[in-house]
Nanobody, 115 residues
Framework: QVQLVESGGGLVQPGGSLRLSCAAS????????MGWYRQAPGKQRELGAI???????SYADSVKGRFTISRDNAKNMVYLQMNTLKPEDTAVYYC?????????WGQGTQVTVSS
């Protein structure tokens, strides 16, 4: 079955940077989207960024210009480079993979932006 494992979260000061990574396994097709959602305490999970199998990207307005999503199809990995982090970026970040209309989720990694 599809499994997603995230890494790279942590504590960073405002204005700092972090890079999240997600490794996917158990995939039998190349036609899948990957992305990052996030959920702050007391809020609903929201899309951060997504990249299609063809490489098209989409970002939430709140992260445009600061976050960059990329993927390595050979390694079945997706990355999220987060720059100029703000306290409001504090959340659990979940790796997402969409395959054949079915969503798959990682276990989540905590990102805390605080001085």
């Amino acid at each position: 079955q599809v499994q997603l494992v995230e890494s790279g979260g942590g504590l960073v000061q405002p204005g700092g940077s972090l890079r999240l990574s997600c490794a996917a396994s158990g995939i039998t097709s190349r036609l899948y989207a990957m992305g990052w959602y996030r959920q702050a305490p007391g809020k609903q999970r929201e899309l951060g960024a997504i990249v299609t199998s063809g490489g098209a990207t989409s970002y939430a307005d709140s992260v445009k210009g600061r976050f960059t999503i990329s993927r390595d199809n050979a390694k079945n990995m997706v990355y999220l480079q987060m720059n100029t982090l703000k306290p409001e970026d504090t959340a659990v970040y979940y790796c997402y993979l969409g395959l054949g209309g079915v969503p798959y989720w990682g276990q989540g990694t905590q990102v805390t932006v605080s001085s």
